[in-house]
């Protein structure tokens, strides 16, 4: 079942939602300001959303949401012995390889996970987007959502086994909110753009998880950029995910901030990122239930 | 209530931003109607492969093609106007496929129209679908916060309605238990039980609303019509002419997506019934007339 995508050129104009009288700029502005108000009133149904599958996750287990804690610690263990034991490999500026694995994985799996996650998000909400109205930007919301506190606790297992490995705190570590924020809001930009392009061609869905796991071994996580040659290493700046995770390398395992250029970099792709996803969800929006 | 921007061009309700006081409106003076549908058309189209395909998209874009004309087109509602006021007790009438149960899900906003304009002025509380958002591997109490949150409430609003749930739904014994582990009756009267739980200010209800034994769906009817006098609207979608002809003052009559009549329910109900008994499966005489394609605008 569908609404016809586009109408035709001579129909456009009375076409729903209203023409756009007003310079486009004030739409988005009035969209904006809407989509702020209904998120603050189904904010409650966010926070359900996600505090109830974190808890439906590890239902019934016997360690309960200690999981969520011991898993990442677990992963970490096995990441660290495979990448310092099976296929070390040495770090430019010293550091420790393994910290450097793990301060990468951090960020990535957030992403990597989010834009999974994504992608099908407003198709397995089908039953409750044709019964009943919640603003859809909650679906890919909930999503990137539920990934940050994995992620966020993640961290916290990081921090635990920073200390046995002679990693110390630093002030540099002070930057971590605003890695964090930009890397949430790259992921939720790139999330929303999933979720749009999968509700509308289902191909996409296929695409994401092949796309994904060849972006991660573009991405220095599991090898330092001074594996390649100085002339080289050029090409990751090509890499949008680069900066972010360069990010916490920087503050987790080297200990210092990030270069300026870095934040900048990932600031803008941040806001590009989040502009466009906006932009495409909103756009489609109103199609989506058809499509379903 | 002091409107700043004029909404009428927003097919979706415009109180629901303005917190989740449902009860501070209610003292109000009304400001125009509650429900407008201006011009309003909603079409379905049906493609051969369910999925619109990448492929075809590309090839669509690349090769400046005409769209392929789909298999089918299907107009499931057409050219409606409607202004529903304050206080307006409204049944809808029609043959199966007329857009009854489309005009419903468009006032909830669950589909936007294709052309003209829906205003909604107030909270919304559809009774269209019952269980909507739930989720089975949940408590049926942490469904019914959940399904709260989506009409709109608080989980504090929600906690303070919970026993007046389980009073009524008698599945105050289980409201720990997994949704999973209930059994279909018991599901629907959770659903029910929170569905009307809240006092919207309009209300949608959908026919078969009968769930549960006997005694269930005695006090479910009972508390449908409670909940149909607190209400500032109401739409009821029916095949029981008799009950509507009870419950409602205005009849809306719908045939083929197209508005056929509007006006006092016993009117509207005795056109239809006349029509019905007729040729129950031959269109009415005013369908027949518009069968030639025709201006808008039927009746009403």
């Given at each position: 079942m569908d609404v016809r995508n586009q109408p035709a050129a001579d129909e456009a104009v009375e076409t729903?939602?209203?023409?756009?009288?007003?310079?486009p700029s004030q739409v988005w502005g009035r969209r904006l300001a809407e989509d702020r108000e209904e998120l603050t009133r189904f904010w409650p149904v966010v926070h359900n959303m996600v505090s109830q599958e974190l808890r439906v996750r590890y239902q019934?287990?016997?360690?309960g949401f200690l999981w969520t804690l011991v898993n990442p610690l677990l992963m970490m263990f096995t990441l660290s012995m495979v990448f310092s034991q099976l296929l070390p490999m040495k770090l430019g500026d010293g550091g420790n390889y393994t910290l450097y694995i793990l301060a990468g994985m951090i960020p990535w799996a957030f992403m990597a996970g989010s834009i999974t996650e994504s992608s099908t998000c407003i198709i397995q909400a089908e039953g409750l987007i044709r019964k009943i109205y919640v603003p859809k930007l909650v679906f890919p919301l909930v999503r990137v959502l539920i990934n940050m506190v994995t992620s966020m606790l993640s961290l916290v297992a990081l921090f635990l086994v920073l200390v046995p490995m002679g990693a110390r705190p630093s002030m540099?570590?002070?930057f971590l909110p605003v890695a964090i924020g930009l890397t949430f809001a790259f992921t939720l930009g790139l999330s929303l753009i999933v979720a749009t392009a999968n509700t509308f061609f289902r191909d996409c869905g296929h695409l994401v998880g092949v796309f994904i796991q060849a972006w991660y071994f573009a991405t220095p996580i599991v090898y330092?950029?001074?594996?390649?040659a100085e002339d080289l290493?050029?090409?990751?700046?090509?890499?949008?995910a680069f900066y972010f995770v360069e990010m916490f390398h920087d503050v987790l395992n080297s200990g210092r901030m990030p270069q300026l250029s870095i934040v900048v970099i990932a600031a803008a792709l941040a806001a590009v990122s989040l502009g466009i996803g906006y932009a495409a969800f909103k756009a489609n929006e109103d199609k989506m239930v058809f499509r379903l | 209530m002091p409107r700043s921007r004029p909404m009428k061009t927003r097919w979706f309700s415009d109180s629901e931003g303005r917190g989740r006081g449902l009860r501070r409106d209610r003292a109000e003076a009304p400001a125009g109607p509650l429900v407008e549908l201006r011009d309003v058309s909603l079409k379905f189209v049906n493609y051969s492969d369910k999925a619109f395909t990448l492929k075809r998209a590309v090839l669509e874009l690349l090769l400046?093609?005409?769209?392929?004309?789909?298999n089918s087109e299907f107009?499931?509602?057409?050219?409606v106007n409607i202004r529903i006021e304050r206080g307006e007790r409204i049944g809808v009438v029609g043959s199966n496929g007329a857009g009854k149960s489309t005009l419903l899900r468009l006032l909830a906003r669950i589909y936007p129209p294709t052309h003209g304009t829906v205003a909604v002025r107030g909270s919304v509380a559809p009774?269209?679908?019952?269980?909507?958002?739930?989720?089975?591997?949940?408590?049926g109490l942490d469904n019914i916060l959940l399904n709260g949150a989506m009409l709109g409430f608080t989980r504090k609003q929600m906690l303070e309605k919970v026993d007046a749930i389980h009073e009524f739904t008698g599945l105050r014994e289980f409201a720990?238990?997994?949704?999973?582990?209930?059994?279909s009756g018991m599901y629907a009267r959770l659903a029910f039980g929170v569905a009307t739980a809240i006092d919207p200010e309009i209300l949608l209800v959908d026919e078969s609303?009968?769930?549960?034994d006997a005694n269930f769906r005695a006090k479910a009817t009972e508390r449908i019509r409670g909940l149909m006098q607190r209400s500032h609207a109401v739409v009821l979608v029916s095949h029981e002419l008799s009950s509507l002809r009870d419950l409602c003052d205005r009849g809306l009559w719908m045939h083929k997506g197209r508005l056929l009549a509007d006006g006092p329910i016993d009117e509207v109900l005795d056109a239809y019934r006349e029509a019905t008994a007729a040729a129950p499966a031959a269109p009415p005489p005013d369908a027949a007339a518009e069968a030639?394609?025709?201006?808008a605008g039927a009746i009403g």
């Open positions: 729903f939602p209203a023409p756009p009288r007003a310079r019934r287990s016997f360690m540099a570590m002070l330092p950029v001074s594996q390649f290493q050029w090409r990751f700046w090509l890499n949008p | 400046r093609r005409e769209r392929e004309v789909p107009w499931a509602l057409r050219d009774l269209i679908e019952m269980g909507a958002g739930f989720n089975f591997e949940l408590s720990d238990l997994p949704l999973k582990y209930y059994s609303l009968s769930v549960g030639i394609p025709a201006p």
